[in-house]
Structure formats: C-alpha cells, structure tokens
C-alpha cells in the first residue's frame, strides 16, 4: 500500500518561504540593536549619575569601618516597639575626623551624637570628605546646588546639604551647614552650646568649637525627632513664645544686592510670626543699635569707623575663640590689613562671650525668640564677580556669630521665591530652650510659605491697582481689616486723594514713632485720623503714642475709638494698659481678658493677668474697685 504524500508547502526552500525567513532575521537583528542600544544608554546614565554623585562625594569612604571607629552599632528592628527614627537614613560627614590617626583619632564631635541616633533605629548609609578644591571661590563655582543649579552652594557641610536637598539621605550631620542649608532650601539646627550631655562633653573634646554638631533635614518635625532622641534641653512648650523681628538685618541700604528679597522674607517673617503667637507677641529690634550699646567690650574688636557693625565685631571674637572659622577666601590684598584689624585677645574675646551670655539671661525672657536672615541675600550665581562671593561669605559668618557666642540654639527654615532662589529665616532661642525653639520653628515653618505668597499676593494686586484704569480711582478702596468682628453702622467712604494724605502722614508717623519723638509721631497719626477717620489702624497707632508719651487717658480714648469701629486684639491690649495707667485695674482686667477669649495664646495679655493678680495678692490694688476671681464670668462685650 503507498505511503501517504506529506505536505512539504510550508518548508524552507518554497519561494514563498524564503521571504518570511529574511523578515524574521530583520526583525532579529532590530531587537539586538535595540537591546544594544538601550544597554548603552543605560550604562552611559549611570556613568552621569555616579560622576554626579562624585562631585558631592569626592572620596569614597568604608562605612563599616567608619562605624567600627565610631563604635557605632546597626539599627535593631524590632516587630513590638518601632525605633522612634526607623526607616530614617543619615549621612556621616567625615569633617569631623579631619586628620585623624589610628593613635589619636578626633571624631567624638560626631560619634556621640551619631550612637544615639543610631539606637533609635535611624541608619547610617555612607559618609563624605572634605571637598578637595583650591578654596572658596573655587568651590562656589564648583560645588552642585539642587534647588538651583545656577546658584553657589558653598562653605561648611555643602556637600551635606546636597545630599539631603536632592533625596540621597534623610538627614545628615555636619560641623557646621547653617549657611549651606539655607542655600539648597533646606532645615538645619545647631543645638544649645550648653545642651545635656553627651552633646556637650562630644563638643568639648573637639576643641575647635564650642557648638554641638549641625543637623541638616529636609524639614522641621525630622530635626525635632532626632533632638527628642539626643535628649537635647527644654520642654515642649511653645503658646508663650515671643518673637523680636530684627528689622535691620532684613531691610538694609536700598543699594545692597538682594535689598528687595529681604524685605519680602521680613514681611513674610514678620505675618507668619504674629499667625502664630499673636500679633502683640511680635515685636521688632534694631538688632544693630541693641547690641552696639549693651555691650562695652565690642570696642576691643571695632575700628572707630566700625563702631555701626557690632555683629563684625562678635565674629572676630568668635574667631579668636576657635569657634568660628574665619574667612576662606580672603583677597590677597586684605592679607595685611587683616592682620592690622581689631582682633582684640583672647580674654577680650572671653570677656565678650560672657557679657553676650550675660545680656541674653538679663535682658530676654526664656522663651523669647529672634528672628534674623538665615542669608543676607539670595545665594549669588556661580559666575559672580570675586568680591560679592567674598562679601556674601563674610556676611553670613557674622549673620552666624550671634548665637554662636551667645552659646544659644539656632535653627534655618528655607523659604523660596520664585524660581527657586531660596534666602532663609533663622531663629535663635534662649540657651536650653532647644525643644522649645523646635516646637516653634515647626509651627513657622508651615506658616512661612504662605505668608511670603500672602506678601506677594498683595504686591501684585497692588501693582494692579497702580495700573487700573483713571476712571476707577473715583470707588472707595477697602477698609483696612482687622481682628474679630465688624461694628455694625457702615462709615462713610473716604476717597483716594484723603487715603493717599492719611497713608502718608501714618508713615511720618510711623518714622517718628521709631525715632521715639512720641509728640510728633501723635500729631502726625492725628493727620492721619483727620483724612480718613474710617481707620482704625490711625487711633491704634496713636493710642500707642499717647501710652509712650504717658498720656493715659488720651490713649483710652483712642483705643476707645477703635473700638467701636472694630473690635480688635491691639486696641483692646493698649486700653487695659492705658487702664492700668489710670489705676482702673478692674476694668484692665476686663480687657486683658477679652484678649484671651480672641486669642488664647495671646502672652501678653497672660503676663498682665497674671500682674494683676500678683498686685491683688500683696494688697496693691486696695482701693481701686473691685475685681471679678473668675475670669470666664467676665461678658464678652465692653
């Protein structure tokens, strides 16, 4: 029987066949080059990345070692109780051996701290060395900023900033970086020079500072994480803090570079501080003026001519001290009239550190609060002229020597305009006020960003308003806002020519006020009132005259007017202390707290209370009128 014929048609070798075959082998030889091509540009990717990486991390360094020198152990897990800082990453910064030996090894600044955060869960991942440039201007051109690329990132601990602002570490720790974080947008915390041990005993045996190592995060809560853990000073109070805006390191001379930026971080500075503990808990200080006349051995460390730079002279202390660095990037011309400069000796400088610590006990309360420029102007570029690197350098080395010789608590909160500039608000705390100081840097830091989009808000608006049209200059703008709720009865709209005179004479008075000339400051508010009677910002400024001149009864009646345009927090603050004036302490009573029912944080008017009750007590108050015990039966109205 034949065997049955196969079919053979789909076999190699058909002409049909031959032309499948061809298209497979292309479609082959395509999926090669593209695996190819695809490893290669991979590989070409990591290449960048690791080269990226490099230029932060200049030496590789062997973690394990380095944690075996520290005696540092790995994070325990553990299923019951997590770690309180699990899952965190920490760079090492390896500033802190600087030359060590196998004989003398000098790393106790970072090893105490680092074991603490290391039995808390938190894992230390890789460490860094000091960037190997020539010097500072170098390194402003060199050295990577991830906010802003075009900007410098230069100084102590900017390699760890870097590595903390573009997501590498969670945290990381260095012998200095204040300036560095605020350059890269970044937190940054220097503990009390005075914190608990082991803190202090690890700065001690530095010998090269008398601060505690610098902690760099990406945001406030982390940086109050790891204080808790170090067991830094303070409670975790924060409803009585009182902030001193220092004005004048803000708003500078209107020819300074970055003159327009400081006075959008002040008002931004200034609105975040007053939503958080109350406007009357805000105040300003000329910075300059203050401690150039409390301090009689800055004279030791200025030239006669530098009798207006009290923050220079702190430098230079700080500096004959070793516990600040002098400049790095000195120009060669300086070099001898840098050895001819006010150094002062280092007694003198001891002398000075004290009466700093001194002024701090004497002339501040324990939770008050300054805030002062973490920068002097947004980071320069990379390709700035060689003396606005050196000025920015020496200006935020003195910006930095307040609480570096005051041994206080400092902390940088970024804020950042458009385009990605960022300048920085820094906060110095009293000494051992550490958790305190944290608890209000993570209320500001909330805050701050909205208030500097506020501030801009405003500005536009205004600019808008410059530019409308003549015919809508005839409408009446919008009264002034204030605290609490409006009085009822509408008053009678003020056009804008009367706005204009009184906004003016309100600024000559506000002049005036400053200058402490209170007489002509309460003529030039009553210009104001005259123009435009609508406002009750004019009386609350006037009150405020009348109170520093000790005209009480003027004041009360000013407040008074106030009042019945708006009810309002100041207004109601300067009657009681009016009332006080006139000895009608039960009705001061009633005012101060009114204040607590509108803002129960309010320290102010707490502390007047809580002086009232203090008079009652010893009997001070006899004759006077009676005083209700309890404050909540006090009604809400006046």
């Not at 004279?299 to 790095?328: I, V, Y």
């Not at 209700?628 to 109205?637: A, I, M, T």
Request: glycine content about 6%.
């Amino acid at each position: 029987m034949p065997r049955p014929q196969r079919d053979h048609s789909l076999r190699a070798g058909q002409p049909s066949d031959s032309k499948g075959q061809t298209a497979f082998l292309i479609l082959a030889a395509s999926g090669a080059l593209a695996a190819g091509a695809f490893s290669l540009i991979w590989q070409q990717r990591k290449r960048r990345n690791q080269q990226r990486e490099a230029e932060d991390l200049p030496e590789p360094v062997d973690v394990g070692r380095l944690l075996r020198d520290l005696n540092i152990q790995p994070p325990q897990t553990s299923l019951t109780a997590p770690a309180p800082l699990a899952g965190l990453k920490f760079l090492l910064s390896q500033e802190f051996i600087g030359e060590a030996s196998e004989e003398e090894p000098r790393h106790e600044l970072l090893a105490a701290p680092a074991r603490l955060i290391s039995e808390a869960g938190a894992e230390a991942v890789f460490a860094t060395a000091p960037a190997p440039t020539p010097g500072y201007l170098e390194q402003c051109r060199e050295a990577r900023n991830p906010l802003s690329p075009g900007a410098i990132n230069a100084g102590a601990g900017s390699a760890a900033a870097a590595a903390v602002a573009d997501g590498r570490v969670s945290l990381a720790v260095a012998v200095s970086g204040l300036t560095a974080a605020a350059n890269c947008g970044v937190c940054a915390f220097r503990p009390s020079a005075a914190a608990a041990p082991p803190v202090s005993e690890a700065a001690s045996i530095s010998g090269s500072s008398h601060q505690s190592a610098t902690w760099i995060a990406r945001d406030a809560p982390t940086l109050r994480r790891i204080a808790k853990c170090l067991k830094l000073p303070g409670g975790s109070r924060h409803d009585l803090l009182r902030f001193y805006i220092c004005q004048d390191l803000f708003v500078k001379d209107g020819s300074d570079p970055g003159n327009e930026e400081s006075i959008l971080y002040n008002s931004a500075a200034v609105l975040a501080a007053r939503k958080w503990a109350g406007e009357d808990q805000v105040q300003p200080l000329a910075t300059n003026l203050y401690f150039r006349d409390k301090l009689s051995n800055l004279a030791a460390f200025l030239k006669e001519d530098e009798r207006s730079q009290p923050l220079e002279g702190l430098r230079r202390a700080a500096t004959q001290l070793g516990w600040q660095n002098p400049p790095q990037c000195s120009a060669p011309a300086d070099a001898e009239s840098a050895t001819q400069e006010s150094a002062g000796t280092s007694e003198q400088a001891q002398d000075l550190a004290q009466e700093v610590q001194q002024l701090f006990r004497d002339s501040f309360e324990l939770y008050d609060v300054l805030i002062l420029p973490a920068l002097p102007h947004p980071s320069p570029s990379r390709t700035a002229e060689d003396e606005q690197l050196r000025s920015f350098e020496l200006q935020c080395l003195q910006l930095a020597s307040l609480a570096t010789i005051a041994g206080a608590p400092q902390v940088v909160l970024p804020v950042k305009l458009p385009g990605n500039a960022s300048m920085g608000i820094s906060l110095i705390g009293m000494p051992k006020t550490d958790l305190q100081l944290l608890e209000g840097a993570v209320g500001l830091e909330q805050l701050l960003q909205q208030a500097l989009e506020m501030v801009l808000e405003k500005r536009r608006q205004t600019a808008a308003a410059d530019q409308a049209p003549a015919s809508s200059s005839s409408k009446p703008a919008p009264t002034s806002k204030g605290q609490g709720k409006q009085k009822k009865g509408k008053q009678p709209a003020v056009d804008l020519q009367a706005q204009e005179k009184a906004e003016a004479a309100k600024e000559a008075g506000n002049a005036s006020f400053k200058a402490e000339n209170f007489d002509l400051a309460v003529r030039q508010y009553s210009e104001a009132i005259h123009a435009d009677p609508s406002n009750l910002v004019y009386y609350n400024n006037r009150a405020m005259a009348q109170l520093k001149a000790l005209r009480y009864e003027d004041a009360e009646a000013d407040c008074d007017a106030a009042l019945k345009l708006e009810l309002n927090v100041k207004a109601l603050l300067r009657r009681g202390m009016a009332r006080m004036g006139l000895c009608k302490y039960a009705d001061a009573r009633k005012d101060f707290t009114q204040v607590i029912h509108l803002e129960p944080n309010n320290r102010q008017a707490r502390l007047e209370l809580a002086n009232l009750k203090q008079m009652q007590g010893s009997g001070m108050l006899d004759g006077s009128g009676p005083m209700p015990d309890n404050p909540e039966s006090l009604p809400n109205g006046f």
